[in-house]
């Protein structure tokens, strides 16, 4: 049962892989020129500046320019150091020793010591700091200063992915001083040791950074977040667009320099008209994945013998044309065509069969039962596909219907398993153990310990090959089980004037503007 | 007068009690809570119940209010979940901006639709009064949204008349911060215009048939003078009315204005908290916008009098 | 010597949806200098339309279809819509029914009463302010001072009635229009508030063209009468005609209803007006006849086919009724 994309996809990714190659080429011809305010249009506004405290992506795309972790990731997602250069683990995975870079030093001059990992670790870990994904650092029982460049974690239970832990994006374990916390333990101006500095946030109007002169990059060339990060750009203003038409009026009336999401709507007017007037589009495959869910302890969709129906009836292409057009990858599998862990096994999936589908209603005892699909408008594609999930469902004779809730609410069913089938969509899991363990969420661990137990497994070892076997199995298991059904990865559209060079977006989401300079 | 001022505030403190109370059932009672929007689609149970507990949702409701109440009686309107920054200082950063941009809105509706709804009623019943109605009909059908986006594409994109984004307080730079008013402030006075024109132009008429207008023409006024005199004034008493509620419809279009534009407003701030159900929030913001609005009433109920002189306080 | 007013068959219509409403027929009457003329008829028969035809302001959908109207020899038909200004209120005054809300509510008396004298005087504000004191003297409002100051609504309707005549007399006019203006006024001040109206005309040798339907007031203050039926003048006279000879059917119902009035030389039961029976015909269609014919106690044979011109009955007296066409040819 291979997908029939699956070959186009390989070639697809070569494509994209050119039009960034010759970007790419272009802009290496030049030398970075320092200087210049670049103005970056996000989609809404910064909602916190404490990253200990933030749990929004946005503010990780705004502040990974001030702030840095202790490891990050390359372009391949691969583990490199930033504010550590060098660890190692001890044999059972419980302890992990880092010397951190020596004389690198916080905005405000002073170098960053083993203290201050220490201290960080403590307020993002303490529940007063109130982060609401706190959850993920729970693994850490101590963090020790050796001395002033080195420092150990303890865990809790042994975790050979805890790297990933430390290199996470939302929020990010940064790294910050004691000194920028005031008297209530609140961080009202942001000091990193990033290559920009937090100057100002005008609620709702912008942020603004500045270049740190002193900035003391890693070693090699850029290379994802990780190597060379050397800042050209003077001032970084970034500005909310929350109304995307405008957002792109904008950046015709060169307003914004960098539009970080440009929609997808505006594409066919870009080849037609704006390719022609200085601006630059590119598109970059993502991670966030999108799905639907089912519940495992509900009626009807409790029966595998009718989920299966539904995974005959659908077809992905369809799906993810609804609600991306073509700027999405169908995926079956969690895990994206850019990890390393993708593999053939991964495109595996029942390829659309009417047949089969009613074939297994009936081994279901399918008798027309109404089977409710969540989603919200919030997030235009979950609600797109749930309607054509619907109709595509509704071919083999299943009488589902969607319901449209407001997000905290779809949030509440989804936490509570009060649903039959929700629509939905997760941001970059660079670590597939993150991603499959929101099968946890459909209640799949308890109905299928099998699956559990691999993950565990997963978890257990940092052997790469030995977890992409896991992980094949995983996947084939949800193949076998369909606790849900996996529909695409959507790509990154990003637009920049001509002007503006060495801008690239991460798979991961995050766009990088240090190594960007402008050529005016 | 000054008693009757000092009536009306006192009076406004049981309101606002009302207000607090039913401003703190309905955002409690709408499914859904912030530590569910903060922790995204990414957490365990576990780690949703500690984040719940941390921001003490797990109190009874009873005591959340009382917790609540009692520090907005000492004028604390606590901080916002999503921010973490103060409530108050995030309305006094942002709402003169919605109060700049309401303003404006009404007083280009105001003069926009007080001289329609005026020559509407002199010209009613011909074709000017009817291309009026149907302009006036549009204005207030038209949604807002539409309408600003229309705005941005002919006068900032094709005619480079306006920015499209970005803005400057006025009360900073007031030649540029009015340039980034323009725009929003019209099309969101728009539909306000549409409202106070159809206003303007019945209660006119209204007050057209009535004897002391054909007695200011026995006297052998002008009919400009019988109209902008002596009707008008009168007239103008139930439009002011209109006004005012008008005023508290703009301060909710000015939700969309701002999304359109990118003002940094109130508007668009207490949306992204009822999205995100910010509790504390979008009650401090619904309590001072309640506070602005029956500060609003207070003053169309002052101006009446100047209006309609048989009014008593 | 021309007269003050000479209505020579104006015919005002209203153009509706459900036809046009002939509200004035055709009417001809003469008011001269100094004289008192009562205008009587039921509600409905076109009494305010005739005073409003004369400043031209007759509302829309109404229009002056016909006729002419004369003001001191001059024909105010022809006359630009500047130049009626500047009768209005100067040559022609008028006094409305309602000074409840003839008065605006929105202005102080002071500032209307200014505001009449100075569209026509080119006087500074203390001077027509003094002017306007001293005419509220003359109409025996108590503290005028003061009451320029007040808006209508601090005013008893008897105070506001005499603001409005204060009003009216400001610039001597040559006639005054008044359109029952004590109708609404409480019993007890009626009687006062007329003599202050005519004393106060008299005195600045203004006619008066006095709308009312009562009969009582008539007998007391007109020269002569004229009396409407559906948008004629069925009848005209001297007071002393009009009581004591009424010659028109329907004049005779009027005065039969008023108790308190001689009934000239039908003696007949007394009974009031509605027992005529039936009411107004409709101004939109009016039957080919006389159009009292329908309730006319009195109707023979050419009055439902064939509409009664005026027949003079003496220098000054006319009716429209076909009972006086011998009486007339002889
Ligand atoms: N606005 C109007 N529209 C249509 N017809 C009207 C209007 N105003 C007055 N009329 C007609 O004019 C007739 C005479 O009205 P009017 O002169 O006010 O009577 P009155 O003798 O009671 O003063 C009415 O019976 C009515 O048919
Ligand atoms: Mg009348």
Redesign the pocket.
């Known amino acids: 049962m291979m997908l029939a994309h699956a070959l186009t996809r390989a070639a697809r990714g070569l494509l994209l892989g050119l039009v960034l190659a010759t970007a790419a080429a272009a802009t290496a011809s030049a030398a970075p020129k320092v200087g210049g305010t670049l103005t970056f249009g996000l989609p809404t506004d910064l909602t916190k500046v404490d990253p200990h405290k933030s749990s929004a992506f946005v503010d990780t795309t705004i502040l990974s320019h001030v702030v840095e972790p202790l490891v990050t990731y390359s372009k391949k997602l691969e583990i490199r150091p930033l504010l550590a250069e060098s660890w190692k683990f001890s044999d059972d995975y419980k302890t992990l020793t880092m010397t951190l870079v020596a004389g690198k030093t916080f905005h405000n001059g002073r170098e960053m010591v083993a203290d201050d990992v220490v201290w960080s670790f403590k307020r993002l870990l303490d529940p007063e700091t109130k982060n609401p994904k706190r959850n993920l650092f729970e693994n850490i029982a101590d963090v020790v200063a050796l001395d002033a460049h080195t420092v150990r974690f303890d865990l809790n239970k042994s975790q050979p992915g805890f790297l990933h832990v430390l290199a996470n994006a939302n929020p990010i374990p940064a790294i910050l001083p004691k000194e920028s916390v005031d008297a209530n333990g609140e961080i009202t101006k942001l000091v990193g040791t990033g290559p920009f500095q937090f100057t100002e946030w005008k609620q709702g109007q912008y942020v603004l950074l500045k270049r740190y002169p002193q900035y003391k990059s890693p070693a090699g060339p850029k290379d994802g977040l990780a190597g060379d990060r050397t800042p050209y750009l003077d001032e970084i203003r970034m500005v909310p667009m929350t109304e995307e038409n405008v957002a792109v009026m904008a950046l015709v009336n060169k307003e914004i320099d960098v539009l970080q999401y440009f929609p997808a709507k505006y594409v066919e007017k870009y080849k037609k008209q704006y390719s022609k007037e200085g601006i630059v589009l590119t598109e970059v495959p993502g991670m966030s994945w999108y799905q639907v869910f089912f519940g495992l302890n509900q009626p009807v969709t409790s029966n595998p013998d009718f989920r299966k129906a539904v995974a005959y009836s659908l077809d992905l292409g369809t799906i993810t044309r609804a609600a991306y057009m073509e700027h999405a990858e169908a995926n079956p599998s969690v895990i994206p065509s850019q990890s390393g862990y993708y593999t053939e096994a991964h495109t595996t999936w029942p390829a659309r069969n009417l047949a089969k589908a009613k074939e297994y209603l009936k081994k279901a005892g399918y008798a027309g039962e109404k089977v409710v699909i969540d989603t919200t408008k919030n997030y235009a594609p979950m609600y797109k596909q749930a309607i054509a999930v619907q109709s595509q469902m509704a071919e083999v004779g299943i009488n589902a219907e969607v319901n449209v809730l407001e997000w905290p609410v779809l949030l509440k069913k989804l936490y509570g398993k009060d649903f039959q089938m929700l629509s939905f969509g997760i941001g970059p899991k660079p670590d597939p153990v993150d991603a499959y363990q929101y099968l946890n969420l459909t209640g799949a661990f308890e109905t299928y310990p099998e699956i559990k137990s691999l993950l565990d497994q997963a978890n257990a070892t940092d052997d790469t090959e030995k977890r992409r076997v896991l992980f094949e199995k995983i996947h084939l298991a949800t193949v076998d089980t369909v606790p849900w059904v996996e529909f695409y990865n959507y790509n990154y559209l990003n637009a920049f004037r001509d002007y503006v060079k060495g801008y690239e977006t991460l798979s991961i989401g995050v766009p990088v503007l240090w190594g960007v300079w402008l050529e005016k | 007068m000054l008693a009757y001022l000092l009536k009306r505030i006192v009076l406004m403190v049981p309101t606002l009690l009302l207000v607090a109370l039913m401003v703190f059932l309905l955002v409690h009672f709408i499914p859904g809570d912030p530590a569910i929007v903060m922790v995204g689609g990414d957490a365990t149970p576990e780690a949703l119940e500690q984040v719940r507990r941390s921001l003490g949702l797990d109190q009874p409701q009873p005591v959340q209010f009382v917790t609540w109440f009692g520090h907005v009686v000492t004028g604390d309107l606590g901080r916002s979940i999503g921010t973490g920054i103060p409530v108050f200082e995030t309305i006094c950063e942002r709402f003169p901006t919605t109060f700049v941009l309401t303003t404006l809105a009404m007083l280009f509706s105001v003069a926009l639709a007080v001289p329609s709804g005026v020559l509407a009623a002199k010209f009613r019943n011909t074709g000017k009064d009817y291309l009026f109605m149907l302009v006036s009909l549009l204005g207030v059908s038209l949604p807002g949204f539409w309408l600003g986006l229309m705005a941005l594409l002919v006068f900032s994109v094709q005619l480079g008349w306006f920015p499209s984004s970005g803005y400057v307080p006025i009360w900073q730079d007031p030649i540029a911060g009015l340039r980034y008013m323009t725009l929003p402030s019209i099309t969101l006075g728009f539909f306000m215009a549409a409202v106070v024109a159809r206003m303007t132009r019945s209660s006119m008429l209204e007050v057209m048939r009535l004897e002391y207008v054909t007695h200011a023409r026995a006297k052998g006024l002008t009919e400009w003078s019988v109209l902008l005199k002596h009707a008008l004034k009168n007239a103008f008493a139930p439009t002011l009315t209109t006004i005012g509620i008008q005023y508290g419809m703009l301060l909710g279009g000015a939700v969309v204005t701002e999304t359109v534009f990118g003002l940094p407003g109130l508007g668009r701030f207490v949306v992204t908290a009822i999205y995100s159900r910010d509790y504390p929030a979008v009650q401090g913001c619904i309590l001072f916008i309640a506070l602005v609005y029956m500060f609003v009433n207070l003053a169309v109920d002052v101006l009446y009098k100047a209006f309609d002189p048989r009014v008593k306080y | 010597m021309y007269p003050v007013l000479k209505i020579d068959n104006l015919q005002t219509h209203?153009h509706?949806r459900t036809g046009v409403?002939k509200?004035i027929d055709v009417v001809s009457f003469e008011i001269g200098k100094g004289e008192i003329v009562c205008v009587v008829?039921e509600?409905?028969?076109?009494?305010?339309?005739?005073a409003l035809s004369v400043l031209r302001l007759v509302?829309h959908?109404?229009r002056i279809v016909g006729g002419e109207i004369w003001l001191d020899g001059e024909n105010l038909m022809a006359f630009s819509e500047s130049e009626m200004r500047a009768v209005r209120g100067d040559r022609v005054s008028m006094i409305f029914q309602e000074p409840m809300v003839s008065l605006n509510p929105a202005f102080t008396i002071g500032n209307q009463l200014i505001e009449a004298v100075r569209i026509h005087r080119r006087v500074s504000r203390t001077e027509a302010r003094e002017r306007a004191i001293a005419m509220l003297r003359r109409v025996e409002l108590p503290a005028p001072e003061a009451r320029m100051d007040a808006y209508p609504h601090e005013l008893s309707g008897g105070m506001r009635q005499r603001v409005m005549i204060a009003e009216a007399l400001l610039l001597d006019p040559a006639l005054l229009l008044a359109?029952e203006p004590t109708t609404a006024l409480d019993v007890t001040v009626q009687a006062q508030v007329l003599e202050v109206m005519v004393r106060a005309a008299r005195e600045s040798g203004t006619a008066i063209m006095m709308?009312t339907h009562n009969l009582a007031v008539v007998s007391e203050i007109a020269d002569r009468v004229v009396v409407?039926y559906a948008?004629r003048v069925v009848e005209q006279g001297t007071a002393e005609e009009i009581f004591t000879r009424p010659a028109h059917p329907y004049t005779r119902g009027l005065l039969r209803a008023i108790p308190s009035l001689p009934l000239g030389d039908d003696d007949g039961p007394r009974q009031p007006l509605y027992e005529m029976g039936g009411l107004v015909p409709s101004?939109t269609d009016l039957p080919p006849g006389c159009a009292f014919c329908p309730r006319c106690p009195e109707a023979f044979a050419p009055c439902d086919r064939e509409r009664p011109p005026g027949f003079a009955l003496g220098s000054t007296h006319a009716a429209a009724c076909w009972l006086h066409r011998q009486e007339a040819e002889r």
Do not use: E, Q, V
Request: glycine residues 24%; contains cysteine; neutral net charge.
């Open positions: 209203f509706t409403a509200a008829g509600s409905g028969c076109g009494k305010s339309m005739t509302p959908p109404g359109d709308i409407m948008g101004l």
